[in-house]
């Protein structure tokens, strides 16, 4: 009983540190441009049929096709970044997520018309186990897991050590006063975003390549594990994010075993909609959710 | 230094400027001045490319920057501070100089030892030593004010627009910062200076130009225009004591 408890939960938290990934890049884009890009995942999507492709047609190594993973969904996140945040950045925030809304179903067409089978092979990343004890760990989860404390320590570094990450903290909070000490809030807004893309191709390289397979539906479920983990955690809070993710995962990791697999993506959603209820500002922004609603009540 | 000819701009058909023009020399301190809605800040707005004009130049050092965006002007060297301050709440005293810093001088890639004892004598000098590390959020209004105005000076500019530096404050804070202004004034350092307390006005600056419903009544030195007939209808009052 014990045993499983804890072996899902590991599932869990390395299943969920891909989630953590996803819901940093959406956080990353969410926090510097208030604005909501639904085709974050589709864009990931279309990078893992990148390196897909690379496998399938040139039997590519993993190296390679790591590579052309991140560099298409990269690609793919620029496109995504001048078509529906770029142009129309004097627009409605709306406008944003409405455009990246066709965006997406844009680029489902795409990889539906280039790939027309529904499932793709996806060349593994690491086929061996460990088992500590009573356990059972994958070892490309073990690898997901890694890669995705590793980024997030990166990724720490990148903004609290860097002038990159300075004026990327500074575009977040203000970006009025960042243009008036000189800030290029343009291309700090644009790196953001790339940087966003970079992440999300790689929790998309680590995810397709765990599941050994990859479909044009990839990107609607990349985008909902990611809205969901960042939700969950706390929209704008990068920490949120990770937790986030974390959470998303061992709930899933539990429902499935303890309630059965059809009901993994219920519970998930179960949960999602008490946090809306009763913590909207998911677990990471609850006080500054809450210092609002005492403001607001002030006025 | 700062040329602006013959600028209009206007907001949903009701003219907020209508063809101004105003000479500004280098290391003058000048006080811009006029009623609320006569178009102050919607003037530095318009030089510093917030909001850009529809008609007119404006010129910096000799270059045309009508429709830079604020952070190029800032990198030519013009920099502004806000009615409300725009400090980055959220960040320390320290990297809110350190902003600046980096923005301003692309060679600097981290901050070394001499760099952040610059920022803390800056710092010091204003009187937010002690601060340093402290949340900008947590500053009161005239310490986020002073420190809106020392963050200006971490790129080392050669204009500086303020915009009411002492709105909301006390006589004894006003007194502190306009000790703060004069000192930076004192190191030749060209600034326009929008404030409603004429008194700290007179004290600061040498010259005067004054708005009203967009255009220029007056510019002349500051005896000159506090004496003025028009100006003295329109902005003091005298018309409305009479």
Known sequence: MIVDFVQ???DGIFVGSSYSLLAIGFTLIFGVMRRLNLSYGPSIMLGTFAGTLLFVEFEA?????????LAGAVLAGVYVERVCFWAIRRGAALASMVSSFAIWMQLEEIVTVVFPDRTYPFPPLADFALEPGPFFVRGDHLVMFACAAAITVLLHLLLYRTRFGLALRAVSRNPAAAAFVGINTGLVLFSAFALASAIGGVAGYLIAAADQQITPFFGLWATFKGLIAMTL????????????GLLLGIIEAHSGWYLGTEYRDLSAYAVLFAFLVFRPGGLFAQRQTLRSQLAARRV | MLEVERVSRSFGGVAALTDVSLEVGAGEVVGLIGPNGSGKST?????????PAERGVVRFDGRDVTSLRPDRTAALGLTRTFQTPRVLHRMTVLENLSAALFAGSPKVRRLRKADRERLNGLLEECGLGRRVDELASKLTLPEQRRLELV???????????LDEPAGGMTPAETEGMARLIAEVAARGRTCIVIEHKIDMISSLCERICVLDFGRVIADGTTREVLEDEAVLDAYLGRRDIA
């Open chain 1, 233 to 244: 955690g706390g929209m704008g809070s990068i920490p949120g994010a990770i937790a986030g």
């Open chain 2, 151 to 161: 963050r200006t000076l971490v790129s080392d500019p050669k204009l500086i627009l």
């Open chain 1, 8 to 10: 899902n939960t590991l």
């Open chain 1, 61 to 69: 190594g993993l190296l390679a096709v790591a590579a052309a993973t």
């Open chain 2, 43 to 51: 003037l530095l707005n318009v030089i510093t490319g917030i909001s």
